[in-house]
């Protein structure tokens, strides 16, 4: 369902579905207010047992600028340098492009806005929106979905919500945060997507054919169809001599 889903999502979908909700999510996240909903769901998720800390922690890794160079390379050893190179250039361009959208929304963590969060770990510096953990972790996901085995698509699938839930776990990011993020992941590896040689659309000679298993007519000038489809073909030299020569008297 996943990949079914993935496929019928174009690159212009993607980039159309991922730049609006950056919009929207940056607009709400530029008031520096919770909404209470956001404040509900953050609370439920960062509220959760201590225990789960290592775990979270492992999973977080999957939307670091460590894990694209790693996702990149065992595509390579896989021997799929193009799902490299998109795994490449979408993962680094999220994370870049992460820290540029920080600084013009600038809404801070979550502990200077909601009093009693839980932070675990290293106290996270610099500011709340949007988190580039889930950026890199939807945009590795959107690129290496289509070129997945059902297990691989079934894990991507499960890992990439998971990453935006341990940055509300840890008390990194509210949940606006994290929905901007995905949504710039999103856009970032549609445009990667686009800009692939594969999809430019190569001029054609020919009208594309229907796939009816004959071989295709193949061009040829004007008088070569005409002299094979002449009533004359089939007649030898000498008769073609004599039949011009009864013609002239």
Known sequence: MAHSWACRL???????????AL???????RHDRVSRGEARAFCAVNGLPDALQVPAW???????LGAVPAAAGAA????????????????????????????????????????????????????????????VAVALGAAALPHLGPTGRALTVTAIPLVGLTRLYVGAHLPLDIAGGAALGLAVEALVSMA?????????????QPLTGRKPASREPASQAIGRQSPFRNLGRKQILQLGGFLRG
Not at 58 to 64: D, Y
Not at 81 to 90: P, Q, V
Request: glycine letters at 12%.
């Open 196 to 208: 692939k040689p594969g999809n430019r659309l190569a001029p054609r000679d020919t009208a594309p």
């Open 23 to 29: 919009v929207v999510t940056a607009l709400a996240a």
């Open 58 to 64: 492992a999973i977080m890794q999957l939307g670091t």
């Open 10 to 20: 174009t690159p212009q979908v993607r980039l159309g579905i991922g730049t609006t």
């Open 76 to 135: 390579w050893r896989a021997d799929d340098r193009e799902l490299a190179g998109l795994l490449l250039a979408s993962g680094t361009s999220t994370w870049a492009l992460a820290k540029l959208v920080k600084q013009v929304v600038r809404r801070p963590r979550p502990a200077a806005l909601l009093a009693g969060t839980r932070c675990r770990g290293r106290e996270p510096a610099g500011l709340g929106y949007l988190s580039g953990h889930a950026g």
